[in-house]
């Protein structure tokens, strides 16, 4: 429930992102520097500059010259951290490399690679997307690093994983420098899968090559002895008149062995329905049994692969979305 305090807050952080997207607008690779990377003490940085102060009262008070140096010096240290602090940042290049589709529910797969142009390199480094978790690792100059972080899918469609969270707090731990990269990266989240009645799939006109024959079509297979209690159509008369003897006529259907993800063979919600479908998918890829897949605007023939289980499965995700390709979360 929204109290004043989250509505002031998802106020300012609205600003405030607003402001840092004029700065650096949203793309696949993002350099940091002075216009995307922000310093400020953090709560042990700041608890350092009230003891500062304090011995500098201390000294100012009792006159006494070696007080004031210890604060003169504390305060020296203060700057020269934030110096360093922006310097171990400032020159990394962050760049989207790829994400995995995977499940809705499932924890999602961003590969990023990192690079720095500072000859010491980049010590302590934090990254996370919103809600996700940190990963800490350590730069060496012009060496490339890839790195993976995941973020929390809930829902099939395209998963935008927010703002990336780039932060350290080196070399003393009092002052905090950050960024808030805002990357053009987004993975593609499958349906997550729901056991449900197998959708029905389509007869054959004819005897296909792999296809199961049943009795009681209407596919002529065949005569056989007449027997008692055969039904009176089926009899062959004419074989009866050339006096061949008594027969009786065979009819068989001939079902596909493959079969059929169709839309129109469930009867349920739409989210419920793609769930259904991509639970069979999996089932059918796993046991090797050919499927194709029909839906109101898209129709893919039966094969197997995992080519085609992602073609299946991308169908199912991009159904019916709003901006399908470039949706946002």
Known sequence: MNNPRSAWRIAWETRFYRWVDTRTPRARSITLNRKNLYTFPNLTGLMFLLVTLIIWMLGTNYQN????ALAYLMMSIFVVAILHAFANLAGIRVTFIGAKPAFAGEPTCFE??????HKQGCDHLELRWPGGDTRVVTLNANEPTRITLYANSSERGYLWPGRLLLQSTFPLGI??????????????IYPAPVACEEPQ???TDGNEEGGNPQSGGDDF?????????????HIAWKQYAQE??????????YF??????????????QELRLA??????LHYELRQIPYGLAMPDTQLAPALGDHHLNAVLKVLAEFNLPRAGNQQQ
């Open 276 to 281: 259904g479908l991509c639970f069979w998918a």
């Open 65 to 68: 010259n070696l007080i004031l």
């Open 175 to 188: 002052i905090r420098c950050w960024s808030w990269l805002n990357l053009d990266a987004q993975a593609l």
């Open 221 to 233: 297979s065949g005569l056989r002895t007449y027997q008692a209690g055969d039904p009176i159509k």
């Open 201 to 203: 799939h389509q007869a």
């Open 112 to 117: 990023l690679e990192l690079t720095t142009t």
């Open 256 to 269: 596909s062995a493959e079969k059929w993800l169709d839309w129109q063979s469930l009867n349920q919600p």
């Open 244 to 253: 061949k003897g008594l027969f009786t006529k065979e009819y068989e259907a």
